[in-house]
């Protein structure tokens, strides 16, 4: 783990606090994080002042070791859509395209965050939810479609609407009720 600038510190479960410099390494034995041959218990906090880095990408927010989920980028759900909406449809899509799924991403992030309170995390970062790529894939274009529909969601109802989507098809769609298993009147 890195960082960008400025300095990495440590919180863990203890609430014990440690700086760590501007890069580290880290291991986990038995519900600790072997960080510069100390143990820290589990969970452990990363931040630092500047971007984090994690195997070649950059992230905003911080990192969170868990025994059970691993390396989680916590954050904020605004900053999380600016690293989807790059890698999931690209800065070269018309403006009011990126408006539009940027409240569809967003609405599909927390929904699927209240399905998964459970298991310790909202979502992963592969097409298994969406593509997330960190702060490194961000550009002006993407990230002004995000923060000009900041907390806009879709609703039906009361709920947040299943905002599925796909970046190809190939041509070829099918029925919600043949994907999902259930129909929805929208």
Sequence with gaps: IGISQGMITMTDAEGRLA?????????VNNGYAVIMGNNFLMPVRISGSGLLQFKGRTYRGAFLITQRAGLLNVGDVE?????????????NWHNEALR????????Y?????????????????TDADQV???????TDKTNRAVASTAGEVLTYGKELAFTYFHSDSGGHTADITDVWGSDYPY
Excluded: M
């Design 109 to 125: 992030v927390l929904k699927q965050s209240l399905k998964r309170a459970d298991k310790g995390f909202d979502v992963v970062d």
């Design 79 to 91: 900053d999380y859509l600016c690293g989807v909406l790059p890698a999931e449809v690209g800065a």
């Design 100 to 107: 539009t799924q940027a409240i569809c991403a967003r609405t």
């Design 19 to 27: 700086n760590l410099g501007d890069s580290t390494e880290i291991t």
């Design 132 to 138: 997330y790529k960190g702060a490194g894939v961000e």
